[in-house]
């Protein structure tokens, strides 16, 4: 027992710790905040050249938020790969399409500068000089290739739509009538004058590839310009290129993402689905080039194919997704001697460009860091070097520990990968408030790169205290063929139960605090945020959604891919039967608002046309009138659609989100004053 002398000195010592302590303020790392993200910079594409030598890319740099509502511009840099250097060569609002012109010293793209009329192809020298334009069209350009001779090329461009006729100072919107097809055409740039020809094949173009002899195109048409037939009905035509007709037809089905010629110009690849019902377009599919049915090769892979390139008649090059982890590889067309030329568990690699002395540059974000440019030498044993770093502000902040996680979902059926970003000074032991973080799709997957975005809390959370999970559940890509039909005809289903499975075995690590756990997403994971504020409330003390679905049975009514939704996710047409169209309305969040305990903020963009803003005013108003007591409020954003693309609105985005979980999920208080209305953005320092 202390002695009772001693209780004067040791408080007398204690306040003057106290004192000490308050006079000399303890110098905390700063972690990763809103501002940070509204200044993220990130690299989009990279292209190198044939002889290695250099490696055009662009950066993608967002506007000031405090100083306009826009959108990010994009600047062009090259790198020349033997010093290292890099530098800016062009920056504009809006920079597509970039390529090297065969045969020339100079990389191609698509803008529209001050002063054109039409969205045009620009040339630039890559031994220095100004960007000139080599040919504009009588109506925006939407997508070009180059003929191998770098003068002719192949390109897209939409009908202009028809005017009214109509008296009246004013024009209605007729809904989905008067919209355009995009014809492909055949011109010489170098020309002056030269007449473009139009390619023999209707419907709106989306892919087009010429041969390697320069006889022949490939390219895929959709039969009319509607966003779901962009997805799933696009065909292959082969057409000749001296008299622009249909020289034969692939019949492929499904979704498309890529076509490319093999060096002899005997076979296609095409990147593509396995079939009309499957979800992505991430299997590689083989074809000979005077048409027919393609063949799938390495069907059983477990994962997803996300770019594929020919090096030799007997060779593809891959980009593909394994779970969380991303691979450059190689395969034969037969789908014989699958090679990793390069594996890492530890970077997000969207892209990837091969020269012809096999350099290779891809973009790819870490756990450390976002989008940035690497290079990798030709060498067996090369590894990758960090070309560029576009964000030197990382240099000062504190960053949390994330890595991979893998559950057994709750039937067995599946383990379930997962990343988890931890608090800033995390210690094993402490349990935490932890975000799960649902991707949308849910032909979607998160890989173990950078997580962090305007509605993505991810590092930004982890500075504050919170845990990040980001569940990659069934129906999620990167898993396969079998994982990825997994969780269609099952709407809400067992998808979501992974979902909560994940965030019991963080409960059940002594990571998470059962009491404080919130959700968050955008679109389909948007449609999970309100699952989990209704059917599964009582595991719940927060809920941010984003564009999400509330009401299955209104949101095939209005959304852009109804037959996209019927095809690779419901399966079935709920007019069938009765018991259908209850299945439906059982798979809706507003069904189970009875049980709705969770603080709410549901956000949308005012102009979505995926996902209706409807939806989100649907679960607002059954919360209001049925659970008057439930914290919601209910955000939209003029002029936004499927997601924020503007700087003030995304960062308005940002603050709401984080301050309606510092309310109510690191809280845990359910019953905390509501903030106020007005978005909590400070004053610019």
Known sequence: MMDKRMRPFLKTAFSAILLLMIAIPMVFAQGVTPEHVAKTQNVTSSLISDDGNYVAYTVSIPADPYEENAGNRTELHVLNVESGDSKPYYSVSGIGSLQFRPGSNSVTFLTSRSGDATRSLYELPLDGGEATKIFEFERNISDYKW???????????????????????????????????????????????????????????????????????????APTPGVDDSFMAQSIYIVDYRSREVAAEVNNEGKLGQIEWSPNGQRIAIRAAANINDPIDGRILIVSADGGTPGIIDEDFEGKYEQIKWTSNNEIHFLASESTSSVIGSIRPNGSNKQTIFRSDEHAINSFSRSGNGVISFVASSPQHPAELFVRGSGRNAQPEKMTNHNEWLEGVELGRQEVITYTARDGEFDIDGIMIYPVGYNDGDQIPVITMVHGGPEAHYSNGWLTGYQIPGQMAAAKGYGVFYPNYRGSTGRGIEFAFSSQADLAGKEFDDIVDGVDYLIDQGIADADRIGVTGGSYGGYASAWMSTYYSDRFAASVMFVGISNNLSKWGTSDIPEELYLVHSRERMWESDEKWM??????????????????????????????????????????????????????????????????????????????FDTYLMTGDSSAEIPHWDAPVPERE
């Open 147 to 221: 003929h191998n001779d770098g003068n002719h090329i192949v390109f897209s461009s939409f009908y202009s739509p028809e005017e009214t006729e109509s008296p009246l100072p004013y024009q209605a919107d007729v809904y989905e009538e008067n919209q355009t097809q995009r014809p492909a055409y055949i011109t010489n740039v170098s020309r002056e004058g030269h007449e473009p020809h139009k390619i023999d094949v209707e419907g709106t173009v989306y892919s087009m590839e010429w041969s390697p002899d320069g006889s022949k195109i490939a390219l895929s048409a």
């Open 583 to 660: 299945d439906y309305l059982k798979r809706s969040p507003i069904y189970w608002v009875d049980r709705a305990e969770t603080p709410i903020l549901i956000m949308h963009g005012a102009e979505d046309t995926r996902v209706h803003p409807a939806q989100s005013l649907e679960l607002y108003r059954h919360i209001k009138v049925r659970k008057p007591d439930v914290p919601l409020r209910l955000v939209w954003y003029p002029g936004e659609g499927h997601g924020n693309t503007r700087a003030a609105s995304r960062f308005d985005y940002t603050h709401r989100m984080l301050q309606w």
